[in-house]
């Protein structure tokens, strides 16, 4: 993985753990502040109930450990925006250069695409350039049998138009291209099958739901006319 990758994710780390351990402390807090709640609760009943003047003092302090602990949660509520905004700014630094870098499997850096494209093009030029060879032959074949083919009708007096051609010459760039052209629709073809597949499953379950509404749109009709019914012979 590139330094400066390892760097930016050492960076984010850090920041999960610093909002990790601002998030753990609010959350003892907000305990402690449960807790102390509760014991205000107590002294009131015994203020309350029995006029305890103990629970009337206790209850003074209890208030004031109350607002130090509100007061703490505020802070560490303010900490924990900041280290949030951290922790995100890590992130996107991080993302940035895992985007710059070319940081995901699978991703071919520039050398790697021309490599690519140089192995293709020996492996197709080593198959395409035998076959060139035989068509080439071919053709050169349709040249003699055409020759004879124009000797034989002069022979017998017949007319021979300049055009004539006799065994199938093929055109060896219509070939080349077709032979891409395919080789790359074979490799496509199933993705294509399975976009296809997947628009008219889309397309069959749009339609489902168009119908069941419909239906439910029509029972609420047949019922609204039921109970109109209902009311009219009732009145």
């Known amino acids: 993985m590139n330094e400066t990758i390892n760097t930016l994710q050492a960076d984010l780390n850090q920041a999960e753990e610093s909002l990790a351990s601002i998030t753990e402390a609010i959350d003892a807090k ?3 502040l449960a807790t102390e709640q509760a014991e205000v609760q107590r002294l009131d009943s015994l203020i309350l109930l029995k006029g305890d003047k103990q629970a009337m003092v206790d209850l003074v302090a209890v208030r004031a ?34 985007i710059e870098h070319g940081e995901v499997e699978g991703h071919l850096t520039p050398e ?21 060879k035989k068509l080439e032959a071919h053709n050169n074949a ?11 009708k002069k022979l017998r007096g017949e007319e021979v138009r300049w055009d004539h051609e006799v065994g199938g010459r093929v055109s060896l760039s219509t070939i080349s291209d077709n032979t891409i052209a395919n080789s ?16 008219l499953k889309a397309i069959r379950e749009a339609a489902d739901i168009q119908r069941e509404a419909a239906d439910i749109q029509r029972e609420a009709v047949e ?11 009732a009145s």
């Open 30 to 32: 907000t305990k402690e």
């Open 184 to 199: 790359l629709g074979r490799y496509e073809a199933p993705r294509l099958a399975k976009a296809h597949e997947a628009k």
């Open 112 to 132: 790697e695409l021309a490599k690519t494209a140089t192995e293709l093009q020996v492996k197709l030029d080593k198959i395409t350039h035998a076959a060139f």
């Open 223 to 233: 019922m609204s006319g039921f109970m109109l019914e209902r009311s009219v012979r």
């Open 142 to 152: 349709c040249t003699v049998l055409t020759n004879l083919s124009k000797r034989a």
């Open 65 to 98: 450990t109350i607002n130090g602990i509100n007061e703490h949660i505020q802070e560490l509520t303010r900490a924990q925006s900041a280290a949030s905004a951290r922790r995100d700014e890590a992130e996107a630094e991080l993302l940035q250069a895992r």
